[in-house]
């Protein structure tokens, strides 16, 4: 997950309001329930001793919600009376609704929740052209329509002695509406940046267009079982989808088994554990942290300064290094922090083995 959208939240200190918020339920009273929940977010925050300023704005910003059709829900992150990142995310929070004031926000929960959610186009492919459609978990939208050459285009026996010569145009029609919609996707994909483009018609006509893509993207082309007009296309999409998930995300683990290995000049590739974390994020050297939300050293207590770079496993090793300022924050938070300052992107991991007690990282040693 690339972690460049939240600059903003370090770009002032602490402490942090970070709300998430369920927004998957409608119903007739959704309204009223929102103002509610806006409620008892804005007395939590206060409980735990936010200012009267941050808790109103984080209230406002919560019951604005009301007329919103977010099918899952949002991350709010407030400071000194601001909504600072206002965030989307794929899937509901677990445990419904929550609030919590810290010096750091409370970011690690969105790399499973706002994180790792493909981009696909969607071709509709006939033998006339395509239709194309970009879908993620937040909804879909149009994106362009290829229209090839438009006869002849079914093949029929028109007997007499001009039949092979009639079946050769059809199959020149083919071939070259197939090119032009792979030329039109491969377009789409790089302005897009799309992770999957997920091939939707018959078998002949998806796999024309699937041919004739650029050797880059033959790698991102999936062929979708269902057509259109089938109930289980919606299913297709989200198992190709979820697919592409579990794959980037294996192949992620295991470069990072490989690099635990020590190198010829005894240098590891990869570290796990907060005292080692803490160490490679202090010297910049972290090149995609690895995090099990729900690991064990996850919410382990570590001391940060001002400098993201400044974080310690105990305050006076922080004091140690001449930083006049400190506070406890999280390990996940304080490390996810330091990944954004040197544009490390991180991932979110589920049950594994790996790395031990949920935090890791593969590093970089130049």
């Known amino acids: 997950m690339d972690l460049a959208f939240l600059h903003p939240l370090y770009e002032h200190p602490g402490p942090w309001a970070s709300v998430y918020v369920d927004t998957s339920r409608q119903t007739e009273d959704t309204g009223h329930e929102r103002r509610l929940t806006a409620q008892a977010m804005a007395g939590q925050l206060a409980d735990q001793g936010a200012d009267q300023e941050t808790c109103r704005a984080v209230q406002g910003a919560i019951e604005d919600l009301r007329r919103s059709s977010d099918p899952h829900g949002r991350a709010l992150f407030a400071r000194d009376g601001e909504i600072v990142l206002d965030a989307a995310l794929v899937r509901p929070p677990q445990g419904g609704d929550w609030a919590e004031w810290a010096s750091l926000p409370r970011v690690a929960p969105l790399l499973d929740l706002a994180g790792e959610d493909p981009l696909c186009v969607v071709a509709y492919i006939d033998r006339k052209g395509a239709d194309f459609e970009l879908r993620n978990a937040l909804g879909s939208q149009e994106a362009g329509v290829v229209s090839g050459r438009q006869w002849p285009v079914h093949r ?211």
Request: proline share 4%; with cysteine; aromatic share 4%.
């Open 156 to 366: 029929t026996s028109t007997g007499g002695w001009s039949e092979r010569h009639f079946q050769l145009r059809v199959e020149n029609t083919w071939e070259h509406n197939a090119a032009e919609i792979a030329d039109a996707l491969a377009v789409c994909q790089e302005e897009t940046g799309a992770d999957l483009l997920i091939l939707v018609g018959e078998q002949r006509e998806r796999r024309a267009v699937h041919e004739r893509l650029p050797k880059r993207l033959l790698g991102r082309a999936v062929e979708a079982p269902h057509g259109a007009g089938s109930r289980l296309l919606d299913e297709d999409v989200e198992r190709i989808r979820a697919e592409h998930v579990r794959e980037q995300t294996e192949t992620e683990l295991n470069r990072f088994r490989a690099a635990r290995t020590p190198d010829g000049e005894g240098r590891a590739g990869a570290v796990e554990g907060v005292p080692a974390l803490v160490e490679a994020a202090r010297e910049h050297r972290i090149d995609e942290l690895l995090v099990r939300v729900d690991g064990p050293d996850a919410h382990q207590e570590v001391w940060i300064g001002e400098d993201p770079s400044r974080l310690a496993v105990r305050r006076t090793d922080l004091q140690a290094f001449g930083e006049q300022h400190a506070w406890p924050a999280r390990a996940d938070d304080a490390l996810i922090r330091c990944a954004v300052a040197t544009d490390a992107p991180a991932l979110a991991v589920s049950a594994q083995e790996v790395p031990v007690g949920g935090l890791g990282a593969l590093l970089r040693w130049k």
